[in-house]
């Protein structure tokens, strides 16, 4: 299969990371110690990460990250989605503490010859971990940059060998009220589940993630395994996963099941068909400091940007059916 | 000092700061003034927290009259067309906020909103009969119009209303937060239906 590298984004697309470099020199030129202590206070290594998050190690480059500048790394671990954690955009990272991802185990069943209990070690360590920088559409219609670190997630499934009945790929969250505070709510059916027809889930492009600028998965994100489908809407993207079943059906799907007027098992990045209640045409790309407060919406791409490499995918599709 | 003095060098004035501290707060963040900070999306965190004060003092206005009933004293009455007043400012600012900074006045994309989202359009029609009011809101309009006044002035309530339904129809999945506003204002509207009732009803048996 022949895979095209992804489209740049235009420039006027990009985060403006210049921005927020030249804000923090404002900062300090005009003498506002407080605030130039908190900007730091969170920092510990030279790369700006807090050092409590592990580096992983034998990470390569890969030719499908995107040029476009990252987010920033507090920008990714501090505004997401993770209902498990609480309905709120902090809620994730203020409430994820207590959340342990390790020991890690996943089951791996239904129509495969390999099937069975397996440790993290054994899913990920076979293979050699990739950066890639992928735009990130959430359904919210706000976007990030993010350096992802993980293996495709088809070269994993492979191992476990698939039978030709397998046509979907069933993915569940961890359930555990005592550790993710928000799953005592029942504002979604608990535990999450997701799906993927067998071509997304062995695309080169699906990602199984493991970590995110070079280092090991904070909770927040989805610790300490989780997909990264870069051309469907965030919460297609499930997080902290412990199954994986190959099955013959469609399998359902947490948000479908809960508005399915308004998500779909689909859910492909298409500015063309709106969500019910607000438009999905643009996006606002995510950006913290004074600069931003005057950035414009951006115009939303169909598969988010990814149409060459997956539009083949959905040939003959009715898009708007299967939204 | 007299009682009426006092609300009005005393406790009017500290009303008055009291509403504006939201807004004190967010222009700091906004100037990132002693560490404090918008955070990511801050467009989106400008328009809500302004919606959410301006909703919130709308509830306030409106529990002044059944708190003037529950407390037999008429100072509540003295408060309520400078919490309207407040609420009007934020609501306003929430819309400005979303026309300039999320909209980046881009007049179609804002038009269609406003045709084709229904919480939009109902929280659009809720400020625009918010205006009337606020215009109207002087002790010169309020004798002007008479009773007419009165009967206009009825129009909050199905300001907080649309304000109410605007929040719980925009929210994602969880609706515990609009759901709070919408009881409270259950509670605020149904202690006046049933306030309204006790009195025909002693009017009723007052008749000979």
Redesign the interface.
């Known amino acids: 299969m022949l895979i095209r590298k992804p489209a740049d984004i235009k420039s006027s697309q990009i985060t403006p990371e210049g921005v927020y470099l030249r804000?923090r020199a404002l900062?300090q030129a005009a003498g506002?110690a407080?605030?130039s202590?908190?900007l730091s206070r969170a920092v510990a290594a030279e790369d700006g990460i807090p050092a409590k998050y592990r580096r992983l190690a034998g990470v390569r480059k890969s030719p499908f990250s995107t040029k476009a500048a990252p987010?920033k790394f507090e920008?990714v671990t501090?505004?997401n989605n993770f209902?498990e954690f609480g309905?709120g955009?902090?809620d994730p990272a203020a409430e994820s503490g207590r959340f342990r991802p390790k020991p890690w185990k996943v089951k791996i069943d239904g129509e495969a010859e390999v099937t069975g209990t397996f440790d993290y070690d054994a899913i990920v360590r076979p293979h050699t971990l990739e950066e890639r920088i992928y735009r990130f559409r959430c359904v919210?219609a706000?976007s990030m940059i993010v350096p992802w670190v993980g293996i495709p997630l088809g070269d994993v499934l492979k191992r476990y060998k698939p039978t030709s009945r397998a046509r979907y790929v069933a993915f569940e969250t961890v359930f555990r009220p005592e550790e993710m505070p928000g799953q005592k709510?029942p504002?979604?059916d608990w535990p999450y589940v997701e799906g993927l027809t067998m071509a997304e889930a062995m695309h080169p492009l699906t990602l199984l993630v493991v970590g995110v600028y070079g280092v090991e998965l904070p909770n927040q994100n989805g610790a300490p395994l989780r997909l990264m489908v870069p051309w469907k809407y965030g919460f297609k993207s499930i997080k902290s996963i412990v199954r994986i079943s190959f099955t013959e059906k469609e399998p359902p799907t947490t948000w479908n099941l809960?508005?399915p007027n308004e998500y779909g098992f689909y859910a492909n990045v298409n500015p063309k068909v709106?969500h019910p209640?607000?438009?999905q045409?643009?996006e606002?790309r995510?950006?913290?400091?004074?600069g931003?407060?005057?950035a414009?919406?951006q115009p939303t791409l169909p598969f988010n940007g990814y149409a060459d490499q997956v539009a083949s995918l959905y040939k003959g599709l009715d898009l708007v059916r299967n939204f | 000092m007299s009682s009426q003095r006092r609300i009005r060098l005393l406790w009017r004035p500290l009303a008055h700061v009291a509403c504006a501290l939201p807004l004190l707060y967010l222009v700091l963040q906004v100037a990132e003034v002693a560490g404090l900070r918008l955070g990511p999306n801050p467009q989106l965190h400008i328009r809500d927290v302004l919606g959410e004060w301006g909703l919130r003092l709308l509830l306030t206005t409106l529990a002044m009259t059944p708190l003037r009933w529950l407390t037999g004293k008429p100072w509540p009455l003295q408060f309520r067309r400078l919490l309207g007043l407040w609420s009007f400012t934020y609501l306003a600012l929430h819309f400005v906020t979303y026309f300039f900074l999320d909209r980046s006045l881009d007049l179609p994309v804002i038009v269609e909103d406003i045709a084709k989202r229904p919480y939009i359009t109902i929280g659009f029609a809720a400020f625009l009969l918010m205006i009337p009011l606020a215009v109207t809101s002087t002790a010169g309009w309020r004798r002007q119009l008479g009773s007419r006044w009165v009967a206009l002035h009825r129009l909050v309530y199905l300001v907080a209303v649309l304000g109410c339904w605007h929040f719980y129809w925009l929210v994602k999945k969880d609706v515990r937060e609009p759901l709070v506003y919408c009881g409270i204002l259950a509670l605020l509207l149904g202690f006046r239906v049933w306030k309204s009732r006790s009195r025909s009803r002693a009017a009723v048996a007052g008749t000979p």
């Open positions: 804000r900062l506002f407080g605030a202590t908190l987010n920008e501090g505004y209902y309905t955009k902090e919210e706000w709510y504002v979604l809960s508005a709106d209640r607000w438009s045409a643009s606002r995510v950006s913290s400091g004074f931003s407060l005057f414009e919406r």
